[in-house]
Structure formats: C-alpha cells, structure tokens
C-alpha cells in the first residue's frame, strides 16, 4: 500500500519563527488533506490540497503530485500552534480511504 | 454545514467486556465513514472504512468490527476487549474535497 512520511518527526520552535514540515507519499493521489491535532486530541482540517498552493492566515501548503509530496508553511509561530500536524492522502487505487502520514510533533516555546 | 458526533469522551471498561462506539453526521449524505485509532504519542490507524449502508472494509486484523446500519450512522464493536485495545478511537467522515473528524473517544481497558 502507499507510505506517507512526514519530516521532520520532532520539531522545537521560538515564538516567532518559521518552520516548513513536509509530507512526502509513495504513490499517486486524489485527495491530499492536512490535519493539527490540538494537545486535546481534536484533529482540526487545515486545507484541502490536492494540487497547487493555498493559503490561510500564517498557514500555507504546497502540493507537487507530479513530484509526490506536499509542503506546509507556518510563519510567526504562536504557542497555539504547538501539537501534531498530519498530512493524509487517498490513493487513486480507488478505496476511498485516507491513510494519515507518520505526523510532525511541534512545540512552540515562548 | 457537516457534522460529526461521537460519543463517549471517555471510557473506562474490564478485559473481556463489550464494547460499543457510535458514530453520527449531520448535513451530508452518502458519505464515507472511517474509524481510526491512535495508540499513546503516536500515529492514527485506519481500522474500518465504509462507502455505503452494510459495506465494511477492514484493514487490520483484529479484536474489534464495525458495522453501518443507517447511512449516517457507524457502529464500533467489540465482544470482549483486550488490554491491546486501548487507545484513542476516533471517527470520520468523507465527502469528495474535505475529511472532518469526530472528537475521539479515550478508551482504557483495565
């Protein structure tokens, strides 16, 4: 089945900095969509991103599926901010499920 | 707007005993519907998907099924647990540009 792996595994921030994580899959997709996992357990949808770029506030993403990975962008970070970020993509195999990548633990200190 | 109910928070149940997770959504139809499980510090699992009233695909071998009795409805069962099935459950749905999940439920087998 595909592999989704993200990087890095853990990540320390200063408030204020930027950090880019990346999600990289091992196979073609229809969906590709990015996840924070609050330190409450809440999965919050963070975009939608098949192809192309979108942005939202501080956050943005980039999806290369020609090249099989996706990026996510955060700027002047927040302790807010702090948690898992996951990305999950559905494989065009046809099966309809969203397989979660390995996830990026982040902390913003402040 | 879409969403997703899921209930208990928490649960707290004996080795050997049942179990039963329900799952709702509101605002959609026909979507699909997935269960999850995230161990402690770790990644989320894809245990049971579903595209349709009864049709259940199973990823993992394992203690637990799942049923879908009404189109937005799904069922996470268990006849008796193992200490192995604690975790973090969550539910999910789909629809063609957007996954949204459920708030979890924190299942501890004693």
Known sequence: GIQVEQSPPDLILQEGANSTLRCNFSDSVNNLQWFHQNPWGQLINLFYIPSGTKQNGRLSATTVATERYSLLYISSSQTTDSGVYFCAVEPTSGTYKYIFGTGTRLKVLA | ?110
């Open chain 2, 1 to 110: 707007s879409q969403t997703i109910h899921q209930w208990p928070a928490t649960l707290v149940q004996p080795v050997g005993s049942p179990l039963s997770l329900e799952c709702t959504v509101e605002g959609t139809s026909n979507p699909n519907l997935y269960w999850y499980r995230q161990a402690a510090g770790r990644g989320l699992q894809l245990l049971f998907y579903s595209v349709g009233i009864g049709q259940i695909s199973s990823e993992v071998p394992q203690n637990l099924s799942a049923s879908r009795p009404q189109d937005r409805q799904f069922i996470l069962s268990s006849k008796k647990l193992l200490l192995s099935d604690s975790g973090f459950y969550l539910c999910a749905w789909s629809a063609r540009d957007r996954a949204s999940f459920g708030s979890g439920t924190r299942l501890t087998v004693v």
